[in-house]
């Protein structure tokens, strides 16, 4: 989940009362986006759960939600097919444009990508589409009925199980998949499209991820999913999908202004839900994720804390010495500043922390210019004169308030 992370629900195509999870961003929202899952899957899927956040990161929220008799939404999964779920996404969208704003991007995971090709003409405001996995028909999803195809063929219905569940599918759904052909759908709905797809994919084959990209009209994109499973079940693939619709999606869309229209003179910083310790950072014009390295628990996705403090140090080294050079008219080249952050024990005659240790930020000027010992010991005078430095060296005072959301 993102900074905020809201249930919500609306009726579906019969009625039923679907569930669904709203994920805003820290900030003003850019745009909304609505994900649709695979065959038999959920909103919770781990993929949709990290493209949401990232995405959130970018300013955009994220609808997913449980097809109709899937998850944690109402009504029969037996009675529904393919028209169903796109029936389904439709009343998402008029969700999102009755109470939010109307969804400018569609994502879709399997066959879930083929009901968001399908309706991508239908829902005007949409400005891109992207697919994971999806095939390049409907009736691909029969492949993964077995045997049990022929059953439901003659009898009417069958159990049929697929993951870990199982699935009573009737003879409507068969015929419903088998005659919605999706070229035509594709090669007319003139949106941009990003086409996800990886080689490995033992489900549903690359070929359809081709099929896909021949029938649609520029711009379209294909990026492999290289060594990624169908269902992206390893974080890391599942953060390059995320990073993959990051980077291609913002040319689309308005641009990003995360202050709004009363800019904040403070960084907010949010817990998004996604593993223990990330957090949505919001700085000015910027949104960021800090977190925990994996060692200690958290997921890796932005620096932690002391990293961000080893940043401002060095950064402001860096800016302060440019300064310094183009006043004194200093051919120096590039700066560059390693920061290392470690806690060491006290020393005799300095004032210790907690547990007898203090915070020791190591750092390392590097210029491409020949240096004088003059020069080093000036570099090393003017570094300290650096506002990080000398905060980071003064005595500070930390004032925290504590308040209820709902006096925000």
């Avoid at 999606?249 to 907010?268: N, T």
């Avoid at 080093?376 to 003064?394: D, M, Q, S, W, Y």
Wanted: hydrophobic share 40%.
């Amino acid at each position: 989940m993102p900074a905020t992370a809201q249930r919500v629900e609306f009726p579906g195509h019969s009625g039923a009362i679907l569930a669904a999870r709203l994920d805003l961003p820290n900030g003003p929202v850019r745009a909304f986006a609505l994900f649709a899952h695979c065959f038999t899957c959920s909103k919770d899927l781990m993929a949709a759960r990290r493209i949401a956040a990232d995405l959130a990161r970018q300013g955009v929220a994220v609808l997913r939600f449980d097809f109709t008799g899937l998850g944690s939404s109402e009504g029969e999964f037996a009675s529904t097919n393919f028209t169903s779920n796109t029936a389904d996404l439709i009343a998402a969208a008029d969700y999102l444009r009755d109470h939010y704003q109307a969804p400018s991007v569609l994502i879709g995971h399997s066959l879930g990508g083929a009901a968001v090709l399908a309706v991508a003409k239908d829902i005007a405001e949409v400005r891109a589409v992207i697919t994971i996995g999806a095939p390049a028909d409907a009736s691909h999803v029969l492949h993964h009925l077995g045997a049990s195809l022929q059953e439901i063929e003659e009898k009417g219905e069958a159990q049929v199980v697929l993951g870990l569940k199982t699935f009573t599918i009737k003879r409507q759904f068969v015929e419903d998949v088998r005659r919605r052909s999706l070229r035509e759908a594709i090669s007319t709905m003139k949106k941009p499209l990003l086409i996800l797809h990886s080689p490995l994919d033992q489900v549903v084959g690359v070929d359809n991820a081709t099929r896909i990209f021949l029938a649609a009209k520029h711009p379209k994109s294909f990026v492999s999913l290289d060594r990624a499973d169908h269902f992206l079940t390893d974080p890391k693939d599942a953060a390059f999908a995320a990073e993959v619709i990051g980077g291609w999606l913002p040319r689309y869309l308005a641009q990003d202004e995360p202050q709004g229209d009363e800019p904040i003179e403070h960084v907010q910083i949010m817990e998004t839900g996604v593993g223990r310790f990330q957090n949505a950072v919001q700085a000015g014009r910027h949104r960021l994720f800090a977190d925990e390295p994996e060692s200690v628990g958290g997921s890796d996705t932005g620096p932690s804390p002391y990293d961000f403090l080893s940043i401002a140090l060095g950064a402001c080294t860096s800016m302060t010495l440019r300064l310094y050079a183009e006043r004194k008219q200093l051919d120096l080249g590039r700066i560059q500043v390693d920061v290392s952050h470690e806690k060491l024990h006290v020393r005799d005659g300095v004032a210790g922390g907690e547990n007898g240790k203090i915070d020791c930020f190591t750092r390392v000027i590097s210029v491409d210019a020949e240096l004088t010992e003059d020069m080093r010991a000036n570099f090393v005078e003017i570094a300290g004169k650096c506002p990080v430095h000398r905060t980071l060296e003064a005595r500070s005072m930390v004032e925290t308030k504590i308040r209820s959301r709902d006096e925000a």
